[in-house]
């Protein structure tokens, strides 16, 4: 997987409010403003890496229509998702807590664009607004009560239901019902092997739940891949 970042032409660097992402749309304008003459708007590609656990947090991404999964890392190569970030959310909350080095691997899940700050930058303005500071308080609470129920649901539940809540999820970040998801990718963030994500692909695609060729993936019955999901999937929505 690569690390390149591209930047997006210069009609399409951060707009003087940051509205297309949903966190920080919920700041008020003219703190917004602010952050966004700190910001630029990159375009992030499929498979590549934002950041590794161990090194540097150098900047935060606010994704506009790009997906980044987190990756929990063991021994340097088994992987099993703890969360995922749409425009829902941002990469690198944790540096607001001192933590200065990154704590998972993350992934673009789908290729789009996001809002990039150095790091410094970010930090800077967190201590100068109030209201950057309530809304980023309360959204680590939020992410780390997901990260908890991710990992009972990879210890206590079977793995279709797994899947199955993993495919809603993505369904909602991305508001569609296609989208594009490798066994490979599929077995990193479930935590099992590929052929574990064959046969709880295929059971999903017995029941006329979704189809699934080379990835591409189509959820057909929403209500029937909520039924068979786990209730996880209701507590992620809550949230």
């Known amino acids: 997987m690569h690390t390149s970042i591209s930047t997006t032409p210069d009609e399409d660097r951060a707009l003087p409010r940051l509205a297309n992402n949903r966190l920080l749309a919920s700041l008020p304008d003219d703190d917004q403003r602010q952050l966004a003459a700190k910001c630029e708007t990159?375009?992030?590609?499929?498979?590549?890496v934002l950041s590794e656990p161990g090194q540097e947090v150098r900047y935060l991404y606010f994704p506009i229509d790009c997906l980044v999964s987190l990756l929990g890392v063991a021994e340097g190569r088994m992987t099993l998702e703890v969360g995922s970030i749409g425009r829902e959310g941002m990469l690198g909350a944790s540096v607001v807590l001192g933590h200065e080095m990154a704590q998972v691997r993350a992934v673009v899940q789908r290729s789009g664009r996001?809002?990039?700050?150095?790091?410094?930058?970010?930090?800077?303005?967190?201590?100068?607004?109030?209201?950057?500071?309530?809304?980023?308080?309360?959204?680590?609470?939020?992410?780390?009560?997901?990260?908890?129920?991710?990992?009972?649901?990879?210890r206590f539940h079977v793995l279709e239901a797994r899947l199955a809540r993993s495919l809603l999820i993505t369904r909602d970040r991305l508001?569609?019902?296609k989208f594009h998801l490798t066994h490979e990718f599929l077995a990193h963030a479930l935590g099992v092997r590929r052929v574990g994500v064959t046969k709880a692909a295929s059971a999903l695609q017995n029941q006329r739940l979704i189809t699934y060729s080379r990835g591409n993936i189509?959820?057909?019955?929403?209500?029937?891949?909520?039924?068979?999901?786990?209730?996880?999937?209701?507590?992620?929505?809550d949230k």
């Open 218 to 237: 189509e959820i057909l019955d929403s209500a029937g891949l909520e039924a068979v999901s786990c209730h996880c999937y209701e507590m992620f929505k």
């Open 175 to 177: 508001q569609s019902e």
């Open 42 to 48: 990159v375009r992030v590609d499929n498979g590549q």
């Open 114 to 154: 996001a809002y990039r700050i150095a790091t410094a930058d970010f930090i800077t303005e967190f201590y100068r607004m109030e209201s950057l500071q309530r809304l980023l308080y309360r959204y680590t609470d939020t992410v780390l009560a997901q990260t908890i129920q991710i990992a009972v649901c990879s």
